[in-house]
């Protein structure tokens, strides 16, 4: 079709590119002023909940931070590990979906708390210093609490790939080896 066609439905082609362009302009924008609003607003309003459950004590803020960086990270990375192993599965890619879905959902205050610690914006800074005063230590053991889970999910991962590759190899072991003497019908 060229530009000048007619679609069955009654739209030229070029009307319909230029709406298509037009909600691709406007979701571009509606996504930029959502991301600015969310900026300004999400590393404060978390700093201020941290505060609340810290409320300035050590043992609390890092007792969370090892809570919420641990299960935060671990979580997902199983999550998404069982996304992986149940793509070619049947229905997985619906249930692979649905757990990288999970996985971020999951993540989410790590994800917010990290907003605070890399942001560079006026919020992220006015996070920092609410956590500084009113959640102590809880930063530092939110990063030990992702390294450990990390740690914990390599392990595990290395574990059952190991114990894969035994499986694998005790069975080609005990298979039947094929026979391989010459028959009449080789020389031929």
Not at 46 to 52: F, G
Not at 76 to 88: D, H, I, N, Q
């Amino acid at each position: 079709m060229t530009s000048s066609e007619v679609r069955p439905d009654g739209q030229s082609s070029a009307s319909v590119w230029r709406n298509r362009i037009i909600g691709g302009v406007v979701l571009f924008v509606a996504l930029i002023v959502t991301y600015l609003i969310l900026a300004a607003f999400i590393p404060r309003w978390w700093a201020q909940r941290l505060a609340e459950m810290v409320n300035g004590s050590f043992a609390k803020g890092i007792g969370w931070g090892l809570l919420l960086g641990g299960m935060c990270t671990l979580v997902p990375l199983l999550l998404l590990l069982f996304a992986v192993l149940m793509w070619r599965k049947r229905a997985g890619k619906f249930l692979a979906g649905a757990a990288a879905v999970l996985a971020v959902l999951v993540a989410i205050p790590n994800l917010m708390t990290l907003t605070i610690v890399l942001g560079g914006n006026n919020a992220a800074h006015a996070g920092e210093r609410i956590l500084d005063v009113d959640a102590p230590a809880f930063r530092g053991a939110c990063l030990v609490g992702a390294v450990l889970a990390v740690l914990f999910f390599l392990g595990a991962v290395y574990l059952a790939t190991r114990r894969g590759m035994r499986r694998r190899k005790a069975a080609s072991a005990t298979a039947p080896t094929p026979d391989t003497t010459p028959t009449h019908h080789d020389h031929l």
